[in-house]
């Protein structure tokens, strides 16, 4: 099992900045492709950015400029440095994680979930 565990939410204000942590753990051999996605209050949930293992980077149009995706491979663990928020930018933010075990061979995983909040 796999477990990813998010950090860095948070309450800030337009303009402001926020980094959020996600770091894999449990029984893996290689962790692939990690990203971010987010889910607003009756909204489908959407990507925002991913990153592979050779750190080729996608962004949603909404974020290109102002957030920058990556990834520590030794640490098993991906950043989302988001600046110039905006209110729109309130979501829960989600970790996803492509993980290789020999039992289980590929499986996605994702995170519970951290809040980010924007006021304007």
């Known amino acids: 099992q796999v477990q990813l565990r998010e950090s860095g939410g948070g309450l800030v204000q337009a303009g402001g900045s926020l980094r959020l942590s996600c770091a894999a753990s449990g029984s893996f051999f290689r962790i692939g492709a990690m990203g971010w996605y987010r889910q607003a209050p009756g909204k489908q949930r959407e990507l925002v950015a991913t990153?592979?293992?050779?750190?080729?980077?996608n962004y949603a149009d909404s974020v290109k400029g102002r957030f920058t995706i990556s990834r520590d491979n030794a640490k098993n663990t991906v950043y989302l440095q988001m600046n110039s928020l905006k209110p729109e930018d309130t979501a829960a933010y989600y970790c996803k994680a492509a993980a290789y075990s020999t039992y289980v061979g590929r499986s996605d995983y994702w995170g519970l979930g951290t809040q980010v909040t924007v006021s304007s």
């Open positions: 990153i592979t293992n050779d750190d080729s980077t």
